[in-house]
């Protein structure tokens, strides 16, 4: 009946305003929330450092301008077998004399760290090492810097050949063990457009969380015919516990970090845009069945009218 259709009909729209009021709720919420975190990451003095306990896991540039504390473990690829190798940071790893600060006025920082393993079949030293470049970013309303490349370079073990013993009566010195050829994996995630874990300039990065970051990989083999390149699977970095300090005051001691802000802060959640696409195509939706309601009443009452 017609007084059947319009109970179901108004009892349908109360509860789209009713989800429409809800995500509106939320939308204020979290507006608020992220108003209250701006305002407290703008009022942070330039100079405000905190202390923190020394880590073996704590790496520092050589001029103090850029402090890194994380884990970090690489999925690569040696060949084009479908066989992957892990290798990690060791807490080992120095801080290479490549690493740069640049000038203080400059917009990019990088820190390198590398370290040796020994081959065990050959006994050789194998050298690795990784990359990470900072940028930072003056056009945004809060100057900003974040993780914006990773590179890093693997030596591959069994480098070595093992002695030849064929034609012994015609051995000589040169019959001795014969390098076949240096081999490496060289990674690099590229140019990282936004940059990754990006926070204020001024502030330190925290989080307990892990970060992947996808590399593009080639092995490269250094021999008598020279350099030669060949394209692998690609690799990956995953980062955990991650805490660094860049661009920092030359007034920092080493022993302390700027202020830090959680994972949490920096990266913002989807929830917001998510709320409000929903809140606004249901406030859509109420308005057409609410005009389509009205529409069928007022011919129905005209119908009746007419008779």
Excluded at 11 to 19: A, E, P, R, T
Excluded at 72 to 77: D, H, R, S, T, W
Aim: proline letters at 4%; glycine letters at 6%.
């Amino acid at each position: 009946s017609l007084l059947q259709e319009i109970i179901i009909m108004k009892l349908i729209c109360v509860m789209l305003l009713f989800f429409v009021v809800q995500g509106f709720e939320q939308i204020a919420g979290d507006l608020a929330r992220d108003s209250g975190d701006d305002e407290h990451v703008g009022d942070v003095p330039d100079q405000e450092v905190v202390s923190y306990q020394a880590d073996d896991r704590r790496w520092m540039v050589e001029d103090g301008c850029l402090a890194l504390k994380m884990s970090a473990e690489m999925k690569l690829y040696p060949n084009s077998s479908q066989i992957y190798t892990t290798q990690s940071v060791p807490v080992s790893a120095t801080v290479s004399n490549t690493s740069s600060c640049m000038s203080k006025t400059n917009t990019t920082q990088v820190i390198t760290l590398e370290w040796s393993d020994t081959d065990s079949a050959s006994g050789q030293p194998l050298t690795s090492n990784i990359s990470f470049i900072f940028s930072m970013n003056t056009t945004s309303t809060i100057p900003t810097y974040g993780i914006s490349k990773v590179t890093a370079m693997f030596q591959l073990t069994g480098n070595f050949s093992a002695p030849s013993h064929s034609n012994t009566s015609n051995q000589n010195s040169t019959n001795q063990e014969k390098l076949v050829g240096d081999k490496f994996i060289e990674m690099t995630t590229g140019p990282l457009s936004p940059m990754r874990l990006a926070v204020p300039t001024n502030r330190s990065y925290l989080c307990e969380e892990s970060l992947l970051l996808e590399m593009t990989s080639q092995l490269l083999t250094i021999d008598a015919d020279g350099l030669h390149r060949e394209d692998l699977q690609q690799s990956s970095l995953t980062m955990k516990t991650i805490q660094f300090d860049g661009f920092r005051a030359a007034t920092i001691p080493d022993s302390e970090l700027q202020t830090s802000i959680p994972c949490a802060k920096s990266n913002p959640s989807d929830l917001v845009p998510i709320v409000v696409g929903g809140g606004l195509a249901g406030l859509v939706l109420f308005i057409v069945v609410c005009y389509v309601m009205g529409r069928r009443k007022t011919i129905k009452v005209k119908g009746y009218s007419s008779v």
